[in-house]
C-alpha cells in the first residue's frame, strides 16, 4: 500500500487541508464568542450550514456517481478557496452575516469533496487494505486536528484573527495541488456501467440496495450514537471553557480527544483480529455514553480530559470499522449517493443537535444535558443490538448479492 503515490498523495494533502480547516474553525468559534452572547445563537449560525449542505446533498450523489470523482474534489477544493474571501470579509466589517455566508459555502463545498473522497479510496488501495488506509486517513486528519487547533491558539496570541483565515486558504490551495495530482484509474468500463445506472431517482435509489445490504443499513444508523457527542463538540468545548474559566482549557480537550482517536485508530486493528465487526462497534459505542456521563463532573479539568481522552479512542476503533463495512458492502456503483445519502444524514443529525445543544445550555445547563445524551446513547445502542441479534444481521460478511450490484 505504501509504494502507492495516490496514497501518500491523499494523506499529505489531508494533513495540510486539515491544518488550514481547524486554524479556520478556531477562528469561527473566536469570532462567535465576540460577537454572540447565546448558545442558542450558535447553534443556529453554525446550522445554516448543515441546512444548506442538507439541500444540496442528493445532486451531490448523482453528480459524484455520474463523474470522475478527481473532477469532483478539484471543484469542491476550489469552492473551499472562494468561502475564506466571505470570512474574511466578515473580519474586515464585522458582519455577522458574511460569518454565514462563509459557513454555507464552505458546507457546500464539503457535501461534494468528502463524499467523492470516500468513494475514491476504494478506488486506489486494494480491498484488503481499506481498514489500514481508513485508519492512517483518520490519523492524519487528527493529527492535522491537534496540531491546527494548538497553532491557532498561538497565533492569536501574537497575530490577527485574519492571519487564521488566510493560513486557511494557502492550505486549502496547497490541497488543490495535491488534488491535480492524483491518478485515478477509475476504468472505462465500470465508469459506463455507473454512469448507466438509472440516476434519476436519486437517493430513492439507494434504500432498496439498503434493503438488499440491512448490514450496511444498520452500521449507518450506528454512526448515529457518536454524532450526538460529536454533534455538540464545539459548543460544549467553549461552554466548558466557560464553566473553569479557562481559555487554554479548548486546547488540551482537542489535544486530548486527538491523540487517544489517533491511539484508537491503530489499536482498532489488533482488536479486529479478536473482536467481530459487530462487537467492536457496540463496545464503542456504548463507550461515546459513558464519556457523555462523566462530562457530569464538568467542574474537574481531570474528568473532563479523560472523558474527551475516552470518546477519542473510542471514536477511532469505532469510525474506521464503519467504513470499512460501507466501502465493502456496498457496491461500488452506488457509492457516490451512498456516501452523499451518509453526509445528509449527517448533517440532518448535526442540525438537530446543534439546536437543542444550544436551547438545552441556555436552559438547563451542561451537566443536565450531557447525562441525557449518556441515556439517549446506552437506549440507541441497546436498541440497534436487540435488532441485529433478532434480524441475524451479519456486520462483518459481505452480502453475496454485492455481484448483482456492482
Given at each position: 500500500?505504501?509504494?502507492?503515490?495516490?496514497?501518500?498523495?491523499?494523506?499529505?494533502?489531508?494533513?495540510?487541508?486539515?491544518?488550514?480547516?481547524?486554524?479556520?474553525?478556531?477562528?469561527?468559534?473566536?469570532?462567535?464568542?465576540?460577537?454572540?452572547?447565546?448558545?442558542f445563537?450558535?447553534?443556529?449560525?453554525?446550522?445554516?450550514?448543515?441546512?444548506?449542505?442538507?439541500?444540496?446533498?442528493?445532486?451531490?450523489g448523482?453528480?459524484?456517481?455520474?463523474?470522475?470523482?478527481?473532477?469532483?474534489?478539484?471543484?469542491?477544493?476550489?469552492?473551499?478557496?472562494?468561502?475564506?474571501?466571505?470570512?474574511?470579509?466578515?473580519?474586515?466589517?464585522?458582519?455577522?452575516?458574511?460569518?454565514?455566508?462563509?459557513?454555507?459555502?464552505?458546507?457546500?463545498?464539503?457535501?461534494?469533496?468528502?463524499?467523492?473522497?470516500?468513494?475514491?479510496?476504494?478506488?486506489v488501495?486494494?480491498?484488503?487494505?481499506?481498514?489500514?488506509?481508513?485508519?492512517?486517513?483518520?490519523?492524519?486528519?487528527t493529527?492535522?486536528?491537534?496540531?491546527?487547533?494548538?497553532?491557532?491558539?498561538?497565533m492569536?496570541v501574537?497575530?490577527s484573527?485574519?492571519?487564521?483565515?488566510?493560513?486557511?486558504?494557502?492550505?486549502?490551495?496547497?490541497?488543490?495541488?495535491?488534488?491535480?495530482?492524483?491518478?485515478?484509474?477509475?476504468?472505462?468500463?465500470?465508469?459506463?456501467?455507473?454512469?448507466?445506472?438509472?440516476?434519476?431517482?436519486?437517493?430513492?435509489?439507494?434504500?432498496?440496495?439498503?434493503?438488499?445490504?440491512?448490514?450496511?443499513?444498520?452500521?449507518?444508523?450506528?454512526?448515529?450514537?457518536?454524532?450526538?457527542?460529536?454533534?455538540?463538540?464545539?459548543?460544549?468545548?467553549?461552554?466548558?471553557?466557560?464553566?473553569?474559566?479557562s481559555?487554554?482549557?479548548?486546547?488540551?480537550?482537542?489535544?486530548?480527544?486527538?491523540?487517544?482517536?489517533?491511539?484508537?485508530?491503530?489499536?482498532?486493528?489488533?482488536?479486529?483480529?479478536?473482536?467481530?465487526?459487530?462487537?467492536?462497534?457496540?463496545?464503542?459505542?456504548?463507550?461515546?455514553?459513558?464519556?457523555?456521563?462523566?462530562?457530569?463532573?464538568?467542574?474537574?479539568?481531570?474528568?473532563?480530559?479523560?472523558?474527551?481522552?475516552?470518546?477519542?479512542?473510542?471514536?477511532?476503533?469505532?469510525?474506521?470499522?464503519?467504513?470499512?463495512?460501507?466501502?465493502?458492502?456496498?457496491?461500488?456503483?452506488?457509492?457516490?449517493?451512498?456516501?452523499?445519502?451518509?453526509?445528509?444524514l449527517?448533517?440532518?443529525?448535526?442540525?438537530?443537535?446543534?439546536?437543542?445543544t444550544?436551547?438545552?445550555?441556555?436552559?438547563?445547563?451542561?451537566?443536565?444535558?450531557?447525562?441525557?445524551?449518556?441515556?439517549?446513547?446506552?437506549?440507541?445502542?441497546?436498541?440497534?443490538?436487540?435488532?441485529?441479534?433478532?434480524?441475524?444481521?451479519?456486520?462483518?460478511?459481505?452480502?453475496?448479492?454485492?455481484?448483482?450490484?456492482?
Amino acid at each position: 500500500m505504501w509504494r502507492n503515490h495516490n496514497v501518500w498523495i491523499i494523506l499529505m494533502g489531508e494533513m495540510i487541508a486539515g491544518l488550514g480547516l481547524w486554524t479556520g474553525i478556531i477562528g469561527n468559534l473566536e469570532f462567535m464568542q465576540e460577537k454572540i452572547p447565546s448558545d442558542f445563537v450558535k447553534a443556529l449560525i453554525m446550522s445554516a450550514g448543515l441546512l444548506a449542505g442538507l439541500l444540496v446533498g442528493p445532486l451531490a450523489g448523482k453528480t459524484i456517481d455520474r463523474s470522475k470523482k478527481k473532477t469532483v474534489l478539484l471543484v469542491a477544493g476550489l469552492g473551499r478557496m472562494v468561502s475564506v474571501v466571505f470570512m474574511l470579509v466578515a473580519l474586515a466589517t464585522g458582519s455577522v452575516w458574511w460569518m454565514v455566508a462563509f459557513m454555507i459555502s464552505i458546507q457546500l463545498s464539503a457535501t461534494f469533496y468528502f463524499p467523492a473522497l470516500q468513494a475514491t479510496i476504494p478506488l486506489v488501495v486494494k480491498e484488503e487494505h481499506l481498514l489500514t488506509m481508513n485508519g492512517w486517513h483518520m490519523n492524519v486528519a487528527t493529527i492535522s486536528r491537534v496540531v491546527g487547533t494548538a497553532l491557532a491558539g498561538i497565533m492569536l496570541v501574537y497575530w490577527s484573527l485574519s492571519s487564521l483565515y488566510i493560513i486557511s486558504m494557502a492550505a486549502y490551495g496547497a490541497l488543490l495541488l495535491f488534488t491535480l495530482m492524483l491518478r485515478i484509474d477509475e476504468g472505462e468500463k465500470r465508469e459506463a456501467k455507473v454512469k448507466n445506472v438509472e440516476n434519476k431517482g436519486g437517493f430513492m435509489e439507494v434504500f432498496p440496495v439498503l434493503k438488499a445490504y440491512p448490514a450496511v443499513g444498520m452500521t449507518l444508523m450506528m454512526t448515529l450514537i457518536p454524532l450526538l457527542f460529536i454533534g455538540s463538540f464545539n459548543l460544549v468545548v467553549i461552554n466548558i471553557s466557560e464553566i473553569q474559566n479557562s481559555a487554554s482549557i479548548k486546547g488540551l480537550i482537542y489535544a486530548f480527544e486527538g491523540i487517544a482517536f489517533m491511539i484508537g485508530t491503530v489499536a482498532v486493528k489488533s482488536l479486529a483480529k479478536k473482536w467481530g465487526t459487530a462487537s467492536i462497534l457496540f463496545s464503542f459505542a456504548s463507550l461515546v455514553a459513558v464519556s457523555e456521563f462523566m462530562l457530569y463532573f464538568v467542574q474537574s479539568q481531570a474528568i473532563t480530559l479523560a472523558a474527551f481522552a475516552i470518546l477519542g479512542f473510542a471514536l477511532g476503533c469505532f469510525f474506521p470499522t464503519a467504513m470499512v463495512v460501507f466501502q465493502k458492502q456496498m457496491p461500488k456503483a452506488y457509492h457516490g449517493r451512498f456516501f452523499s445519502f451518509r453526509n445528509m444524514l449527517e448533517r440532518m443529525m448535526f442540525q438537530v443537535v446543534l439546536l437543542t445543544t444550544g436551547a438545552f445550555l441556555d436552559i438547563v445547563g451542561l451537566q443536565t444535558m450531557v447525562i441525557l445524551f449518556g441515556l439517549i446513547s446506552m437506549t440507541m445502542t441497546a436498541v440497534f443490538f436487540v435488532q441485529t441479534k433478532r434480524r441475524n444481521i451479519q456486520l462483518g460478511q459481505p452480502n453475496e448479492k454485492d455481484l448483482e450490484y456492482s
